[in-house]
């Protein structure tokens, strides 16, 4: 038995919560995770998992192994991140999950300056609006705008995104352009974001001297995603509320106007987020560093971003992130 491979094995099966989603993250077929547990439970004579036919459970010695096989992981982790650290060149597989106009309009334009700086690391890029979980998914960080809600994960700002309210000049001429926000309730045809996580469309919000209005109506069209939300918008299908970013080339070109300006709610904080459980390898620690530095100018309505120097300030504690 190759007790290092049963012992990642088994630790994999631990965070997905079931043999599948562990061999799908260990590039693994599930007769050889499940292989890897049983030669390992043998080894050690006790069961560390309940198996039914619904869920696997973690007994009292597996949550005991469990603690203590983690340990062993990422002094070995260290010990590698310690070799890599002196040749300079941090190394490994990095998973990223980041939402969809976010992976286009910021980070991607930005990707080619982290591959040339560090091109031993190697990039799964996961692209959606979805929530994920970063422990069973599988997942180093993710990048995502709004409100934390879960202490169990750590946040580092990256920056804020002003949110702009938009349409088609043929929308305008149509329906005609609103002043104030309620006039959004009298015919206006509106394209709301929907939620992935909670199927609700997320509401329009205005905010000028301090005084705050949300706009509930019940929309034309609602999209769960944020590239094909601003494309409804785009085809004249109605008025959005989106990242000034994101619509940056369609401002320009004259495709869409921004409304009701004046208006504009309070910027949206966005963060990179990672578990508090999982252990900062040097790959992943250099990735949010480079964030740091070049994300928050490329946030800003899709400038091309400044050089600066990172401050590197200590991540702290904060809520989970919600899939915006």
């Known amino acids: 038995m190759d007790q290092l491979l049963a012992m990642r094995a088994f630790a994999r099966v631990v965070e997905a919560g079931g043999f599948t989603r562990a061999a799908d993250s260990l590039d693994m077929p599930i007769a050889t995770v499940s292989k890897l547990v049983r030669d390992l439970e043998a080894h050690l004579g006790v069961s ?3 198996r039914t036919t619904r869920r696997v ?41 980041v939402g969809g106009s976010t992976a286009r309009d ?16 190697r990039i799964d890029l996961g692209v959606s609006d979805r929530s994920v979980d970063l422990i069973g998914d599988n997942v180093d960080c993710v990048i995502r705008g709004g409100p934390l809600d879960s202490s169990t994960l750590v946040a580092r700002h ?17 329906y005609g352009t609103p002043a104030y926000p309620e006039e959004l309730k009298n ?10 996580q909670t199927s609700r469309a997320v509401p329009f919000r205005f905010e000028r001297r ?35 970013y994101a619509a940056a080339s369609s401002l320009r070109d004259g495709s869409l106007v921004e409304i009701l300006k004046p208006w504009r709610p309070a910027s949206y904080p966005f963060h990179v987020v990672y578990p508090q459980t999982r252990h900062v390898t040097h790959r992943l620690r250099v990735f949010v560093d480079w964030l740091a530095e070049v994300f928050p100018a490329r946030l800003n309505e899709g400038k091309a971003p400044a050089k600066a120097v990172s401050s590197n300030p200590q991540p702290r504690v904060r809520r989970a992130v919600r899939a915006g």
């Open 158 to 174: 990256l920056g804020d995104a002003a949110l702009i309210t938009c349409a088609t000049p043929g929308y305008l001429r149509q």
């Open 48 to 50: 560390l998992l309940q």
């Open 210 to 244: 301090g005084e705050k209005t949300e706009i509930k109506v019940e929309h034309r069209i609602g999209v769960n995603e944020s590239n094909a939300h601003l494309a409804a918008c785009v085809a004249g299908l109605g008025i959005v509320q989106t990242f000034a």
């Open 57 to 97: 459970t973690v007994t009292p010695e597996g949550q005991d192994y469990y603690a203590k096989c983690t340990r062993v992981l990422r002094d070995l982790e260290d010990i590698d991140a310690s070799f890599n650290l002196a040749r300079g060149k941090p190394r490994g597989h990095l998973r990223i999950d």
């Open 187 to 196: 015919g206006h045809r509106l394209v709301s974001y929907v939620s992935s």
């Open 106 to 121: 910021v980070l991607i334009p930005l990707l080619p300056d982290f591959v040339a700086r560090y091109p031993d690391i």
